[in-house]
């Protein structure tokens, strides 16, 4: 998870000029797909095309349906340039496309609107991966450029194809909303699972807190702070876009917009309790340390001072000094069982008044 | 109580289309009633309906008399549908609605006001519980949306039963104030119950810290935490309304909403110094364990240092040599005891020095 | 004092309508006594009313001459909507006049300004103890409520008795400003106090810290916080007022009111410096504990460590096996005395080495 | 260095009419001088006066030529009130004058503007000493009212002697701004001598901290309070003058306000890196002491536990048993010594594992 | 790099006119040299002059090809100087690139842009090093003031050198522009670095923490000071810049400026996300460090608990008393060792228990 955390940092792109288009991310070798989607109130039609057929995109760009392509990796710089020229897209935007590394951010370019954002997975081992959405909204397309195949998107995608619903009959804003929605949703889910681990966590932390507790606390902070980073950024984003400053967004999707926003402000304050949760287990955790140690300190010095007098005792009457009264007494040796007894009744009453024991 | 924090994670609603109709929340057996109130400043009409009634809501919406109907329960879809259908609800309000995890938020539909809100109740155990209150303030109506039947709102209904005070010459907008008003007197009396635990505490704290008083502070800060979520979006709720920016709120009522506001700050700043109040109860706690442990720490010190260099001394004329000259001493034996008590002497003149005893 | 803290909690409020009057503070049997100074450049008229002469405050209304009406004590009900009735005051002013937990503000309803302040007084054992000052600021008259007689304002009655100063010849917004002056002056003076104590407590800090130390500074976090309570909004109001958007307050008042936001200022200053102070006291006291903690260790770590290892060659010379050559030796006692020697010097100098003597 | 932070309380000023003139500070025994300085970019005129001569000052107002008249000394009450008269200042500025706790402000009375600085000193021993200077900008005089003899402006009266430079053809608004560059000028001398100590306490928190260091850490972020209680406001207030609000300020000069604003930013960043700087120390201080204690328990666990037991052992064989077969054995003894020293070993391979030796 | 932080502070500046030009910075024998290079579309010139030749480049400010002056080193007073007058610098432009402590900044004079940016340079034992450039951009010129020779704009050249590319088409702008981003690539670079070493420090966190740790994460704390200090003023510099006020910035060139923005702030965020990693590291430390203690102290408490009592025991039947009845019987030593066998086990099972073995 370090490895994602630190990820964050474009690694082959320093020194280049600006608008260079250089993929930044993990490397791979799987070929990028395109799922093709053209669709209006009266017609659906769905594709898969291989990366080579972008010219067939481009097409689709003059028809009036509306038409989402989405595309499944962004290592082949050469196609994503030749999508992007066809669709006009200014260098710097097909440069974000490719860096993988960008915070959520949008940017009106009068004929499209350019939005990154980040996908979110979650596994137990692995900790939260994040993968980066890029979208391209103009006035009758979206293009969402993903970094490997495998999204949040599949519930829009069976919206679209059952002929129902409100989303078939809206424009292609609607289906940019709808896939935000679907982004934010995804958040929520790995919350959701978060949040239960946290519960875990909080039961172990009662009845057995172990060091490996403390690492996953720890790991726990790590991953509030890679998620607040990919969250915060999307609170401003939506806030301006649903500010409706846009001429691409329609009035009636800046309400439903409206509502991702509430959504992104819920994630927010769920991130926040989260951490205030976790910094709370943090100081009960050093706190529950303290008190065994004052435990352990109690136990040794309950133990060490009661004995270690009598122990004392025991010592000075195994000497051999060859004049020692005490030693011929008759009851010299139970009398000093005697002094041992009330020696260690005294510490008892002591320990006791001071609530050690 | 963690269960009451983490369920602000909606749980079914993930995947589907925005404005579906999701019930988010605890399922509930119980059948869902309508109270309906019916007033003017001349008549006064009260009835108890059961939800199949909903068309009998409908009617009242063209009524000029101003209408209350409080809905006990949102887990019945199909109803809560119909009657967002007569009074020409957006379907995300309904959503919302139904989503009993959202946080309080107030959105201008031109045509009516709607309100999310959240009622607290506290006991001792079971820590703070939350309700989820959705308003929908009409012209001459007000809609509330509980979870379930049992609320803070009796002392409205007296008032308006009893056919004098301000509140039955008032428009519906009085009466959405009242509402808020008393939600808001709610959380006063839950500070003054949590006041009185922390205040019971505090004492525990002075007179006998404990394990157990760790979790308790524990507890505190996260029931803060939730409480401070509940509150804090009602601020800027309630400030935006009392802008009075809706053609809705009279201005008369507005004065009003100043005062439910400074209710509003006023919790606020009590959540905060509880807050404060905890911290330092916390920080007390942590220097009290230090504290004993440092005691316990001196004690152990004072024995173990007084009493092992004795019992070296007592252990080396235990020793079987042949020839050790001291043991023939006629006083040798009475000899050491003086040495050994003026050790003793000079180790607790040490210890007085050091102010440790 | 922490019932100080908690006592901003109305207690008796809870479910009543707004604008009831209900008494919300400490119940007192003292009958309420009126203070009536009726006043212009060229005359000058005191007076103590029994409250039950409410009439005679409200006659005053009309005349042209300044009237500075002062009531100590709100625990009578009636008589104080007798008096709010004469001079037309909003039902919601009346119940803040009564619930003496507001925090302060400024409000302003275009026939009179409403403020709520907080006088502060302070002994060294009860720590702050607050009482609530409203005032209403009328176009010739101020209105002023305490919560009992005795009050930081006889500087202001000297100064409106001697014909002198600027005073006499202001109007009411000049009278209300002298109020709020002597109010803000009082609180320099416990801020005095108090810093006094912070030093004395640091004095003691450095010489001989014990955990009534402790105690003393969680007292002052606490104290800190009602005062900081008490000062936060005043800052705020004095700003409104200041900005001079009143029709009831003159420009050439404006200028001293700057001056009191000044001092507020400066009041809030010390009281974030305190509490950087204090905090910084806690941090010491902790770090010295552990310091002497450290000390304590060392100690025992020391004769622990010379001693135990002694002990135990005491222990093996005085076994009792039948075959041990080193008992018959001639030198045998005096060279393990030589060899005890010999290891606590190692000992000390590798003690001095780590530096722990 | 404790009173000087606590200095900022005034203490005679309580309960007296605003506006009345009462010096607030320590008293001084030093007679009043004024320093005069009169000047155009053809002539120089430099004058030292006994506050009895104020009238001298008086005449400068009128003449075309730039006054800086210099006042050494605020607590002869009389003498301030009469020069105060002639030059028109508001009985709140003299109040202000004469009270030397305010905090740094700009105020704006048309005819002048009138300005409280901090000047600072710093030595060693005594820490930061802070000596309020008050200054009036009228349109061709500016009066500097400083707390006693003895300044950072040498070099302003240096400038203005030798007949070059800028600063002689310049107005009175060029003469305030290079007063307050000196002052602000004096902040980094003072940040440099600090930056020294810091520097040198980090070296002696690495090789050998002692509590010693705690309390100069301790005493060095009591500085850093009183210092960015000084800078804070400043920057504020340099600010209100760059905008360049007040006609008497040029826009010539306006941009060398912006180049002491841009230095008011470097100090206050400074003060809050050395505040990083110094809470970094404190840390590194408290760990630093927990690796201490860590060292010296390791260092009595490895002893005791190694001794412990094998003392144990010696204990077994020196009782007096009749019967104890062992002690008969031709080689009890050695064999003894035997399974000591393969205790002692397993010991000792045990803490190695555990990284303790 | 104590000495880095430190040296924020200027030393030679203080007390004299402002304006008058003193070199602030590390004092330097290395002779000034001058990088020209002058160009348009269609023509590219490059030299290397001697500070001497500062003739040839006031030349440049009348021709209308874009001109980069690019001066390594400031220290030569005079030359600067001359430069500064051929190019109508304001004096406190020269005095603020002489001084090389400033923080980063825009400065708009109307006929030019004056900018100030900190070019850093890390290393493993050095820490970070920075280097301030200064930029002043004109209609058709760039001056690049750097401490000394070596920076990080050999990409720049490279792609003014080879004649394709935007570069060469555009204004002095887009190479200011081009310059910035060279520069925030460098913070990448050097964030990648720290991102590396801090991933490595975690490991060793987990697998080996000594007190070396400690002080290195103390050191990455005190670098995220520095680069703070650095980068933040810089998001401020550029979102005032990419607003478009300045004539000097062409409309295209804000595009590009927006994207150099955005990687600022990708910086902050990285550092804020580096800092608390670090923040979290301190505390693992800490923990880590209590957590080991614990563990001391439990094995001491278990052997001493152990082997105290028994070696008690065994002092006692090693004493000398006439009368011991016990050392007389047949099986005395063996039940002796049972008792203790006993004791021990039910300590051992005690400790089970409490979880401490």
Redesign the interface.
Known sequence: M??Q??K????K???????TLVHVGEPSQERITINLIDYDSEQFHEELLAIDDVQRCCQLKASPSISWININGVHEIGHIEALGNCFNL?P?VLEDILNT???P?V?DYEDYLFLVLKMLFYDREGGIHTEQVSLVLGPNYVLSFQEKTGD?F??VRD?LRIAK???RKQGADYLAY?LM??IV??Y??I??QI??E??EM?QEL?T?PS?QT??RI?NF??EM?LLR?AVWPLRELISALQRGESRLIAETTA??L??VY?HT??VV??VE?FR??IA?M????????????????????I???I??????F???????????P?????W??FG?WGVMLAISAGMLIFFRR???I
């Open positions: 370090p490895k955390l630190l964050k940092r474009p690694k792109k320093l020194g280049v000029a600006p608008g200014h710097l590394d960008h915070r951010k940017e949040v599949d519930g919206r619903g409100r989303i709808a929605d679907a949703d995804g929520f889910s919350l959701e949040g239960d946290i519960e909080e009662v057995d060091p403390l690492n720890h902070k790590r702070i980073k309400i439903y409206r509502d509430d402000i819920q304050d769920t309790t205030d949760l709370g943090l100081d009960l955790y050093l706190s529950s340390i303290s008190n065994r140690m004052n435990e352990v300190m109690k136990v040794l010095t133990i060490a001072t004995f270690i007098p009598l122990t004392f025991a010592g000075i009457y195994g000497m051999n000094f060859e004049y020692m005490e030693l011929k007494w008759r010299g040796y000093l001071k609530r050690w």
